[in-house]
């Protein structure tokens, strides 16, 4: 079984800044795409950024500039660095990641974590 394990949330001021970081484990042979997503109430779930297993880079153009997302491979573990919070980035945040689990496997599969709640206060 994989398991995505996400930890750093909580609650922080506007302008604040909070890490995220999610952990991969379980039976795995690699990892492709890792990412972040968010959903606040009453909306639905977006992207925030991704990154390859090379270190290629994706995000959201609400979050450029002041999110950066990192990995470890040899963790197996991705991250969310968040400065310059604002109250909209207000949401659960989630990990995701696609993951072959045995070397005879031709297709990754995706996992999703059970989401950390971000709340930013004006």
């Known amino acids: 079984q994989v398991q995505l394990v996400e930890s750093g949330g909580g609650l922080v001021q506007a302008g604040g800044s909070l890490r995220l970081s999610c952990a991969a484990s379980g039976s795995i042979f690699s990892i492709n795409l890792m990412g972040w997503y968010r959903q606040a109430p009453g909306k639905q779930r977006e992207l925030v950024a991704t990154?390859?297993?090379?270190?290629?880079?994706n995000y959201a153009d609400s979050v450029k500039g002041r999110f950066t997302i990192s990995r470890d491979n040899a963790k197996r573990t991705v991250y969310l660095q968040m400065s310059s919070l604002k109250p909209e980035d207000t949401a659960v945040y989630s990990c995701?990641?696609?993951?072959?689990?045995?070397?005879?496997?031709?297709?990754?599969?995706?996992?999703w974590g059970q989401g950390t709640q971000v709340t930013v206060s004006s």
């Open positions: 995701n990641a696609d993951i072959r689990s045995r070397p005879t496997m031709f297709r990754f599969e995706n996992y």
């Open positions: 990154i390859t297993s090379g270190g290629s880079t």
